[in-house]
């Protein structure tokens, strides 16, 4: 059986010529396209011109730019923008263009995507697609890529083409129903954005106004502004991705894949695409049906339940039995979605919880449920995906119970244990009578601590926990707001030292990562470098700035060529990136060994889609491949690839001097942590590792 890579390539062979439709195109480098943009800029600002009275009936014609620059000070900071004539945008607005126009890699293709076949080759048939998205100024990785041979990184293109081969349709009833409410005005209960038309007007100054009064207006003007400006682009957001949804109504289409430089896949359109948020997952359907067999309509009720987010703490069963219970309010909402009890207005996401309404009512509703064809993706995630992949590369036992490595008979919920830790130190600093601890009786939830308990396994820092715990407290109505920054502060501190507690092998896994970063962009000064285990090779793109920077045209060249790591993003950005892409290697082995069982498969990085036929399928080569994956040493590979590049041999540090850096990272580089005696192969049998 061929896949997408070796059927072409068969093709190829069989026709002793390349079947590509290369059209010869060879594209510029940076340092010409760099050239290019700051000719073009200079022309736009300084050559434009127009007649600024074009919309008045005089004599006297005055051609002033078209573009300017102003100068607006942002607090302490003066900051240059690019503004058109206030003319030019009145002609805008005035010629009102009915239809919107998108180039064609911002769309998905109407047949299969041209296969990755080399890290050059592949993705849109007509239109240059790269196969590693990078950040600007990250040219060293694009050159590793295009240096390693393609065998090495087949298992990668191979996934991307397996990704990309999936046909998709658009659920019409859904998508009608969301152009209907965005028509007349938007639904903020359900995210359908409201038009800038609804926003407050701004108060007016006035000269009787005292200056207290006055700045009391600026400060309400300003957020008003902020917010008109926050509304606009929701709603244009919002607009794009049901413009085109709209256009591929009655399509079979295809979404080219493409990864970053991590080894995460994403779609390449984006605007519509599986990776967007609730309305754009639920206009999603694969266009292949499949029967929904035994266990289909149970896996979709599960799934509606797991949508709503109101049974994360109880079995699947007891999900199951639930959804039996509710099933008039499912079938109303089904029915009638904006006139009935709208019991889908409830969840966690409503549009696709009532999207899964309307399946789970045409298949309760078919004479045979088992044999209703379904297009419908059931979604299984990962239970806190980061910390399980740390849990499992330290053997972690205490860890690996807490976010399900470890099979119980109810899902293990991470946050409500850290919560309760956080809670625990909290009434033991209240009865010390810590006055911030009183203050915070009441209000530690696992939803205060929830989002930095997930964004720590990915290198948050204090001070950014501390802003994301400020504003889960700024939304407690009956929180003093002027408690929230010291609240932030404590509870951000007692958050981090319950994941030492619950995670001791994570942290120092973590630790270990920090350090070798720190020493190599340091010491080495050099940007921290690995390979995945899938064979993809990974610089990690952050340097420092040179100070002629912003004014040089050839400022991308001077980045790559005299720049420094930068070190403080270099060591931070380390343990997030590497889980990144581990969390990517056990997505794309389940994807080949799903396309080898014959099963659909989408993913949303550690969220993983099917038929509901085949949830039982995925769910077992998920486990496998976590499995397989872990069971590699990849700590041990880490730290052997690490010295190999960027340790000093006994020549290159010849006599040392006390403490030297290089003696240390030598020494830190060989440090791999200490494993725990967790049992890998009880992921097996965990029903909660993905559910």
């Not at 289409?253 to 995460?264: A, L, T």
């Amino acid at each position: 059986m061929y896949n997408c890579r070796q059927y072409w390539e068969k093709v190829e062979h069989d026709m002793k010529l390349p079947a590509r439709a290369d059209l010869g195109e060879h594209s510029w480098s940076k340092f010409i396209l760099v050239r290019i943009g700051k000719f073009l800029y200079d022309t736009i600002i300084n050559e434009i011109k127009m007649d600024s009275t074009m919309l008045r009936q005089v004599e006297m014609h005055q051609y002033v730019p078209a573009v300017y620059k102003v100068y607006r000070h942002y607090a302490d900071r003066l900051k240059e923008e690019v503004k058109p004539h206030p003319v030019l945008v009145k002609l805008y607005k005035g010629s009102r263009p009915e239809t919107l126009n998108f180039d064609t890699d911002m769309c998905p293709t109407c047949v299969p995507p041209h296969p990755w076949l080399t890290a050059k080759t592949g993705g849109y048939l007509l239109q240059k697609t790269v196969l590693t998205r990078l950040p600007e100024m990250s040219m060293k990785q694009g050159c590793v890529v295009d240096l390693v041979p393609s065998k090495q990184i087949f298992p990668i293109l191979d996934t991307l083409n397996q990704l990309g081969a999936s046909p998709w349709i658009v659920n019409k009833p859904v998508l009608d129903l969301i152009i209907q409410v965005f028509r007349n005005g938007g639904m903020e209960q359900v995210d359908i954005p409201l038009p800038v038309s609804q926003c407050p007007a701004l108060p007016k100054i006035t000269r009787d106004l005292s200056s207290e009064e006055k700045n009391v207006i600026y400060r309400q003007r300003f957020m008003l502004k902020k917010k008109r400006s926050e509304m606009f682009s929701l709603w244009c957001d919002a607009l794009y991705k049901l413009s085109i949804a709209n256009h591929f109504r009655d399509s079979v289409f295809w979404f080219p894949q493409n990864i970053d430089f991590r080894g995460r896949v994403y779609p390449v359109p984006p605007h519509f695409q599986h990776l967007g948020g609730d309305m754009a997952r639920s206009m999603l359907l694969f266009a292949k049906g499949m029967p929904l067999g035994d266990k289909g309509l149970d896996w979709l009720k599960i799934h509606l339940i797991n949508l709503t987010g109101l049974k994360k703490k109880s079995s699947l069963t007891d999900r199951l039995a639930w959804a039996n219970e509710i099933l008039d309010d499912i079938l109303d909402s089904a029915d009638n979605p904006l006139t009935g009890k709208q019991w889908w207005k409830e969840s966690d996401d409503p549009w696709q919880t009532l999207a899964c309404c309307m399946e789970i009512a045409n298949a309760s509703r078919s004479p045979n449920p088992a044999a209703y064809v379904s297009h419908f993706p059931v979604h299984q995630d990962g239970s806190c995906n980061g910390l399980q992949h740390y849990a499992a590369l330290g053997r972690d036992q205490k860890g690996a119970e807490a976010v399900n490595l470890y099979p119980f008979e109810t899902p293990q919920d991470v946050y409500s244990g850290v919560a309760g830790l956080v809670e625990k130190e909290r009434l033991q600093d209240a009865a010390a009578d810590v006055e911030i601890a009183k203050v915070l009786d009441g209000f530690v939830s696992r939803k205060v601590v929830k989002q930095t308990v997930m964004t720590i396994v990915y290198g948050v820092t204090r001070y950014g926990a501390r802003a994301q715990i400020q504003k889960q407290l700024a939304d407690i109505k009956a929180f003093p707001e002027h408690k929230s920054l010291p609240a932030a502060s404590y509870l951000a501190e007692k958050t981090f030292d319950s994941i030492k507690q619950m995670f001791t092998s994570a942290r120092q896994i973590q630790d270990w990562f920090v350090d070798c970063a720190k020493l190599i962009s340091s010491v080495r000064n050099k940007p921290v470098e690995w390979v995945t285990p899938l064979g993809l090779p990974v610089v990690q793109p952050y340097f420092k700035l040179p100070k002629n920077y912003a004014e040089s045209s050839r400022s991308v060249h001077l980045l790559q060529a005299n720049s420094k790591p930068n070190v403080m993003k270099q060591k931070n950005a380390f343990p997030p990136n590497f889980v990144h892409s581990l969390d990517s290697s056990h997505m794309m082995l389940t994807c080949l060994h799903a396309a080898r069982a014959g099963i659909s498969f989408a993913a949303v990085h550690d969220s993983y889609w099917t038929h509901p036929a085949n949830v039982d399928i995925m769910n077992k080569l998920t486990r496998e491949q976590f499995v397989a994956l872990h069971s590699l040493p990849i700590l041990d590979d880490l730290s052997e690839f690490l010295e190999k590049r960027f340790s000093y041999s006994p020549g290159d540090i010849g006599t040392p001097f006390p403490e030297d850096p290089r003696l240390r990272l030598n020494a830190v580089l060989k440090s791999v942590p200490t494993k725990g005696k967790f049992d890998l192969t009880s992921v097996l049998r965990s029903t909660y590792f993905f559910s």
